[in-house]
């Protein structure tokens, strides 16, 4: 009888080490060119490119991890959709450059859809709405976007804030500074180099909560417009485009966008 029992905990274990060796996952890198070993079945890995000094939606931690709100968005699409991503810190024109000449598949780094962009590339449907901000010094007479006309601006090169500011200032204003980054650009307000930034409302809002101590206020105008966030991808990748929309909605439907964004949209 004693043997017995043995015979069985010895099966029982030699089954539950195989079980164990089944869950491990293999480094989930593409060293093979895009796919990954998981559970005996390849999964597609796709490349995303971002620029993470964009919290809420992408920054990196005390580890060196990258994190966000677009990280969790993306990952929760590739768990329904059942691809592995893997992330890539690469600047802001990169992300653009990148996805061109297929280095990376998917840019994700609160990429606002304007038609613009859409002539050179494709975006899923929307998961985020945004809008641009002014922010100035606490003492700034600065009221509106009307008032920068003449002032020194300065702007994260290349993103709306900084279409913005050549829509209202010119192509060609010499009062425009731009730089590589949202809290570069933020910091040479600070600094007294321009008299204005204009960002992202949430990064901006983002940045206040994190640097308190700076003595900044933000003007809101209705004369930005309304702005959508979407994953970028190569013109003409309708693969990927549609394997991306279909996780983004299944996640708008079972209410995990609204649970990662905080905000409910559909
Ligand atoms: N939403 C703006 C744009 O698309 C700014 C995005 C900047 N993103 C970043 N990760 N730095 O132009």
């Known amino acids: 009888m004693k043997k017995r029992i043995w015979t069985l ?7 539950s080490l195989v079980l164990a060796g089944c869950g491990t996952k293999e480094n ?25 000094t964009f919290a809420p939606f992408e920054s990196v931690d005390d580890k060196g991890n990258i994190v966000g709100i677009d990280v969790d968005v993306l990952q929760a699409i590739a768990d329904e959709m059942d691809f592995e991503v893997e992330w890539n810190n690469i600047g802001w024109e990169p992300v653009f450059q990148t996805i061109k000449n297929s280095e990376t598949d998917i840019g994700a780094s609160g990429i606002t859809i304007n038609e613009e962009r859409k002539e050179s ?15 100035v010094k ?78 900044l206020k933000v003007i809101k105008d209705d ?7 979407g994953f970028m991808v190569r013109k003409g990748n309708e693969e990927l485009l549609k394997i991306l929309n279909e996780g983004l909605q299944k996640i708008k439907d079972n209410g995990k966008l609204k649970e990662i964004t905080g905000t409910d949209f559909k």
């Open 223 to 229: 004369a930005f417009e309304k702005e959508y966030y």
């Open 138 to 215: 606490e003492d700034s007479k600065i009221k509106s976007l009307a008032d920068l006309k003449d002032k020194k601006i300065s702007v994260q090169i290349n993103a709306t804030g900084h279409m913005a500011a050549k829509k209202l200032q010119g192509e060609a204003s010499t009062n425009i500074m731009a730089f590589e980054n949202q809290p570069v650009a933020i910091q040479e307000m600070l600094n007294g180099n321009v008299d204005a930034t204009i960002g992202d409302n949430a990064v901006i809002y983002e940045y206040m909560e994190a640097n308190p101590k700076a003595k």
């Open 28 to 52: 989930t890198s593409s060293s093979d060119g895009g796919t990954s070993e998981d559970n005996g079945a390849k999964k597609q890995v796709y490349k995303v490119g971002t620029e993470a």
């Open 121 to 135: 590339f494709d975006f899923t449907e929307p998961y985020y709405e945004s809008q641009l901000l002014i922010v």
């Open 9 to 15: 905990l010895m099966i029982v274990a030699a089954f």
